[in-house]
């Protein structure tokens, strides 16, 4: 299983930004999905995941009425919504699997791919 995630980029406060992650190897689970974030000299955090069906969603509550977890199995696609960007929301985003998707750092199936830098400027 791979992930590639991309769509960040540099934006001022207040921006928004669509980060995406498209999966491969993965076609025939449905496992839940998750976005995490590690900022320099900081853990690796939780920040969102979804069900397979989509029909739960977990957030943090630092990101919670920010951002919007989605997926399109279809496509083998998982996207991050974010808006109202914050300064401290700076980091490097990940999507990988969770075994579960409580609201928390936990273990994750996969080894993690490269991540897409995210910088929000004061």
């Known amino acids: 299983v791979q992930f590639v995630e991309s769509g960040g980029g540099l934006v001022q406060t207040g921006g928004s930004l669509r980060l995406s992650c498209a999966i491969s190897?993965?076609?025939?689970?449905?496992?839940?999905m998750g976005w995490f974030r590690q900022a320099p000299g900081k853990e690796r955090e939780f920040v969102a995941a979804i069900t397979w069906s989509s029909s739960t969603a977990n957030y943090a509550d630092s990101v919670n009425g920010r951002f919007i977890i989605s997926r399109v199995n279809a496509n083998n696609t998982l996207y991050l919504d974010m808006s109202s960007l914050r300064p401290e929301d700076t980091a490097v985003y990940y999507c990988?699997?969770?075994?579960?998707?409580?609201?928390?750092?936990?273990?994750?199936?996969?080894?993690w791919g490269q991540g897409t830098q995210v910088t929000v400027s004061s």
């Open positions: 990988n699997s969770p075994l579960d998707i409580h609201p928390r750092m936990g273990p994750v199936r996969f080894s």
């Open positions: 190897g993965l076609t025939s689970s449905r496992y839940g």
